[in-house]
Each structure stands twice: as structure tokens, then as C-alpha cells.
């Protein structure tokens, strides 16, 4: 059972930048992060295999949000910058024992209890 605390949200304005954290209580093949806003379904946004750093990105984030990684720490970042009122949603850190190219929510083991994320016009 992997435990997974997720912190780092909150309220900014557009074109702003918020650093997201997600520490597990043991390591992962892979660490991902999803969104959800209210009446939309669950979205992929970033993965990233722990053992060989390599990451994966969404559309609608690429060149905007980084997903990085501490693995002395077990702990998955992903900083978010040029934000947009699009971008509001409530964050969701998941990890899977899965590898590779990971963008199915039902492809990850464990998740977070989520941290909200609001980006004012």
C-alpha cells in the first residue's frame, strides 16, 4: 500500500506559477498527475517513470507544467507556470506499479486526496 499526501495548491492569478508536491510513503514505477474541474471527467496532465526520469505530458500543459521527482524523498513535483483560468481544478497525485507510458487513471494503484488549484482572469 503506497500513501500518497499532495500539497501546494491554492489561488493565483493568470499567468502565475504554483509548485504542486506529492509524497509517497514508498517509491513507484511510475508517478502521474491528473486534474478534475467540476462537471468534466478526470484528466491526465503529467507522468513520469521513477526510475529513469523520463516524463510525459498532456496537450493542453506541454511547455507549460514540469513534472520532476526527489527520489531520496519518494517525493513527485509539478510545477506549473503561465497559468490559466483553464487550468482550475482539483489535483490528483497517483502512482501505479506500472511502467512506461502511462495516461489511463485506471492504469495507476493508488491516489492522492487532491489539492485544489484556482487561476483567477
Known amino acids: 500500500q503506497v500513501q500518497l499526501v499532495e500539497s501546494g495548491g491554492g489561488s493565483v492569478q493568470a499567468g502565475g506559477s504554483l509548485r504542486l508536491s506529492c509524497a509517497a510513503s514508498?517509491?513507484?514505477?511510475?508517478m502521474g498527475w491528473f486534474r478534475q474541474a467540476p462537471g468534466k471527467e478526470r484528466e491526465w496532465v503529467a507522468t513520469?517513470?521513477?526510475?529513469?526520469?523520463?516524463?510525459h505530458y498532456g496537450d493542453s500543459v506541454k511547455g507549460r507544467f514540469t513534472i520532476s521527482q526527489d527520489n531520496a524523498k519518494n517525493t513527485a513535483y509539478l510545477q506549473m507556470n503561465s497559468l490559466k483560468p483553464e487550468d482550475t481544478a482539483m489535483y490528483f497525485c497517483?502512482?501505479?506499479?506500472?511502467?512506461?507510458?502511462?495516461?489511463?487513471?485506471?492504469?495507476?494503484?493508488?491516489w492522492g486526496q487532491g489539492t485544489q488549484v484556482t487561476v483567477s482572469s
Open positions: 497517483a502512482a501505479s506499479s506500472r511502467t512506461g507510458y502511462i495516461y489511463r487513471w485506471d492504469d495507476y494503484n493508488y
Open positions: 514508498a517509491r513507484s514505477n511510475t
Open positions: 513520469i517513470l521513477t526510475f529513469s526520469g523520463n516524463t
